[in-house]
């Protein structure tokens, strides 16, 4: 078992963490460098509550980042991984359960025939860039600053300076001629995406990019430069990847795709479709997919790919979700935290907007309006973020310790988990702007 919490241990497991693992995580931003602190050890979480081992519970919207659309520990997923465990944790033939993950997929997403399982984020969107390449015949590939897709060495480009495309190395490790095949583009911009079409439309093979951008804020984007990019792939034969790693199944069956009632030649999943286990997955039509080995000439494989704890894991999420009508719930538990956080927002010493889409939330900090490219978010939030966050996190709400980073709704979340968030924000924006003197206090204009 796995002990009694008890006062002092987080902090003794957490020293012990940065011993033998680096930073203490096994993923960056769970190491709190953004925030300062040290991270709290969870020793358990229940519904839409996490428990430290010191026994301090949070009431958390962080989600895993995502997947637990349902809150922690759902009974229905619980029993369900426990039934499929007891199967057998790992066959590396077809099962049942990966066969009905696809079928519910393909029925549920715009445009969507065929998918194959991965088992991360980030698996996915390598193997869908693979396919878009090996089915073009084409190299280049365009994202955006501000768009996250998982830590595929040629996707780790931020924006260059000035009008370049050709973006610049954000890891070391990563050969700069990885990078030659990547251009960068700012969102919002539709001229910029003709423009890099124009010049070099037929060597593109593929543009990916969130349909919601919800990994540096929630950039949420005007439906016509999405559709700007719809029509240019088209144009130019390039393949569009929605990657739906957290939009899928989070905003309704069919993701981005069917809230902009857009059909991206490929789209990727992970996250909700693991209901909190480590799956991926991506699709699209017959006629793309068919490339694939060992139909087709593109390699893509893995072990465990479509391990049938994993999918009866997503298959009971997905299937509760349609069950329940959970997207409505979400979408007015979501509206109801809109409204409640934009009062207390109104009321804040420092600009703050709220940015909501269903069940995923963000406060731009230092923003009157919601900026839509990742070069509008204020430079000063960060430096605001800081103080709300553990301002929230000592009174027992966890939110991420980032502030690029969005807030999710689930399931199991009240309207007085709502309300208690609202409160202790409003609380904490007190304390917090009271006793420290913000320059951009002083000229606050309204
Ligand atoms: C989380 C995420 C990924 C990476 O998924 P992992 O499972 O962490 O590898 C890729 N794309 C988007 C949009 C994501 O949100």
Redesign the pocket.
């Known amino acids: 078992m796995n002990g009694v919490p008890e006062s002092g241990q987080s902090e003794q497991w957490f020293a012990r963490a940065l011993k033998s693992l680096p930073g203490g995580v096994s993923s960056p931003v769970r190491a709190f460098r953004s925030v300062g602190g040290t991270p709290r050890v969870i020793h358990s979480a229940k519904g839409a509550e996490v428990i430290d081992e010191d026994g301090n519970k949070y009431l958390d919207f962080v989600g895993s ?2 997947p637990l659309i349902l809150g922690h520990a759902h009974p229905v997923l619980i029993q369900a991984v426990r039934d499929a465990a007891q199967r057998g944790t790992s066959f590396g033939a077809p099962s049942r359960p990966e066969i009905e993950l696809a079928e519910t997929i393909v029925a549920s997403y715009p445009g969507m025939e065929q998918v194959r399982f991965v088992s ?4 996915a ?1 390598m193997s869908a860039v693979r396919l878009a390449r090996g089915t073009t015949g084409r190299d280049l590939v365009v994202k955006f600053s501000g768009c ?3 830590h595929v060495d040629y996707l780790l480009v931020a924006a260059g300076s000035g009008l370049a495309t050709f973006g610049t190395l954000s890891s070391d490790g990563v050969p700069e001629a990885f990078v030659e095949l990547t251009r960068v583009l700012c969102l919002d911009d539709d001229e910029a995406i003709e423009m890099l079409f124009t010049k070099e439309g037929d060597k593109i093979a593929a543009v990916i990019i ?1 349909p919601v951008p ?2 540096n804020g929630l950039l949420l984007q005007r439906p016509k430069f999405l559709a700007t990019l719809r029509e240019q792939c088209t144009k130019y034969g390039a393949l569009l990847i929605f ?1 739906e ?2 939009s899928g199944f989070r905003l309704g069956a069919g993701g981005g795709a069917e809230h902009y009632g857009l059909k991206p030649d490929l789209a ?1 999943f ?2 909700v479709i693991g209901g909190g286990m480590p799956v ?1 997955a991506f699709g699209g039509s017959r006629e793309i997919m068919k490339n694939l080995a060992p139909e087709g000439g593109v390699y893509q494989a893995g072990t465990l790919s479509g391990n049938p704890v994993a999918m009866k894991a997503g298959l009971a999420t997905l299937q509760y979700l349609k069950e329940q009508h959970a997207w409505r719930t979400l979408e007015e538990l979501g509206r109801y935290a809109e409204e409640r956080l934009c009062k207390v927002l109104e009321k804040s010493p420092v600009q703050a907007r709220l940015v909501r889409i269903g069940s995923i939330f963000w406060i731009a900090w230092g923003s009157k309006i919601p900026p839509r490219t990742a070069e509008n978010i204020n430079e000063n939030a960060e430096l605001h973020y800081r103080k709300v966050f553990h301002g929230l996190l000592k009174r027992g709400i966890a939110l991420a310790p980032s502030v690029y980073e969005v807030s999710f709704l689930s399931l199991a979340h009240t309207k007085n988990d709502v309300d208690r968030l609202a409160e202790s924000l409003a609380d904490v924006l007190e304390e917090i702007f009271s006793e420290t003197n913000f320059p951009e206090n002083a000229d606050r204009t309204q």
């Open positions: 980042w995502g991360s984020g980030t698996e969107v996250y897709h998982g969130e919800a990994n990657d790693v957290i990727t992970g996250k991926g």
